[in-house]
């Protein structure tokens, strides 16, 4: 038992020494100031805005019917390639051509009657000139003259209708394309009333699709037709594809939702050409839209962190030359223990790095931070461009 003690306190008091030998040693160590430095260089800045939207043929046709029947034959189905004129589909034929044949038979007998009544009134014309028959006898012949001539306008008219339904009966592509939608199958009826049933859906080169997008209000200012956009979709999380901003349509979109009973939020339809030489894009995936409002190339650009550096003389030590400028934007360089300012014209801010339009010659070093360095230490010092964190334990001697 007493053994043990002893070797407890003999622990405790090693572990006393170690930590006193520690913190004297941090107290007299001397730290190192080092800078963190960056070249002027050509980059590219841009400046984005995300959205959502749908992947859409550019072009898709719903076809339809004009006419009530049974669908009697089916020639094509999903993802059938297709060519314009093309039959894919026929209805029941027999009430169509007895429908046909009903209006024949009415307009034949208008026309015989029709024929009838002009031969007579032409002859009742002439007959009346000479003053051979009754005034009342010439306008009767005339009278049934042109109800006959309406009949018959009128059962020519209904001869044709009945024509053009009976060729509503075959079916055809409108466009070259693929059938990417089949809504009826053989033997159903189908109906028209007010609206056309859609039988199928053709989307036309699959090879060449769009996203639309729906950009929220607040980022639509910056939408421009031209602009890069990149996109993903959850069947490829791993391909970046990219596009171009076509459209931006003035309309609000038809997808807007209310997300409270007084807030709507608003967005606008934003068409991004898509193109699809692989066919991995599907219509109606949905894409992750990444847009770039800003894009620019080829800009010499420096870190911004390196504007907002200063070199303080509490900092750099008093043994520091510094030659300062009053300049609203100055970048500095070191060379040994001189810091010189340059004023610099900035452009365009994107973020991390700022465009420079002059000022500075390209591949010139230029600071962009100061941190003080040691075994037990390293903290961003003041004006140096950096933030300290809250959370990390300063210098030796001083309060956190």
């Not at 009134?121 to 009767?140: F, G, S, T, W």
């Not at 391909?239 to 807030?263: H, I, K, M, P, W």
Request: a negative charge; hydrophobic letters at 35%; proline letters at 4%.
């Amino acid at each position: 038992m007493i053994n043990k003690k002893k070797i407890i306190l003999l622990t405790a008091a090693v572990v006393v020494v170690l930590a006193a030998a520690y913190l004297l040693s941090g107290g007299k160590e001397k730290q190192k100031l080092n800078f963190s430095t960056a070249r002027v260089a050509k980059c590219e800045l841009s400046e984005s805005i995300t959205a959502t939207g749908t992947i859409e043929p550019v072009t898709e046709v719903e076809v339809g019917t004009q006419v009530s029947g049974i669908i009697d034959k089916i020639y094509v189905d999903y993802n059938s390639v297709v060519s314009k004129g093309q039959l894919i589909a026929e209805m029941d034929r027999v009430t169509l051509q007895s429908e046909l044949a009903s209006q024949r038979a009415a307009y034949d007998g208008a026309k015989a009657e029709y024929e009838y009544q002009k031969k007579l009134y032409e002859r009742n014309e002439k007959l009346h000139a000479k003053q051979l028959i009754a005034d009342v006898d010439y306008e009767q012949s005339l009278y049934n003259y042109q109800k006959a001539k309406s009949s018959y306008d009128s059962s020519k008219a209904a001869l044709a209708k009945a024509e053009r339904n009976l060729s509503y009966a075959t079916i055809t592509s409108p466009i070259d394309g693929v059938v990417i939608s089949r809504a009826v199958e053989e033997g159903q009826t189908v109906a028209s009333g007010f609206e056309t049933p859609t039988l199928f859906t053709i989307a036309a080169d699959l090879t060449q699709m769009q996203v639309v997008a729906d950009v929220d209000e607040a980022d639509i200012g910056g939408v421009e037709e031209g602009q890069r956009a990149t996109f993903t979709v959850d069947a490829y999380p791993n391909d970046l594809f990219e596009g171009v901003v076509t459209q931006v349509r003035l309309g609000e979109s038809s997808s807007t939702s209310t997300s409270t009973s007084s807030n709507t939020v608003v967005t606008y339809e934003v068409i991004i050409s898509a193109p699809n030489p692989s066919l991995k894009l599907k219509p109606r995936l949905t894409a992750n839209v990444t847009i770039y409002t800003l894009d620019r190339k080829g800009v010499l650009a420096v870190p911004t962190r390196a504007l907002r550096f200063t070199p303080d003389p509490l900092i750099v030590g008093e043994k520091a030359i510094i030659q300062d400028i009053e300049a609203k934007h100055k970048v500095w360089t070191r060379e040994g223990n001189t810091f010189t300012a340059h004023e610099v014209e900035t452009g365009i801010n994107g973020g991390n790095l700022t465009e420079l339009l002059g000022g500075i010659a390209e591949g010139t070093e230029v600071v962009v931070e100061a941190s003080m360095k040691g075994t037990n230490d390293m903290a961003n010092m003041p004006g140096a461009g950096g933030e300290k964190s809250p959370f990390m334990p300063g210098p030796p001697g001083k309060k956190k």
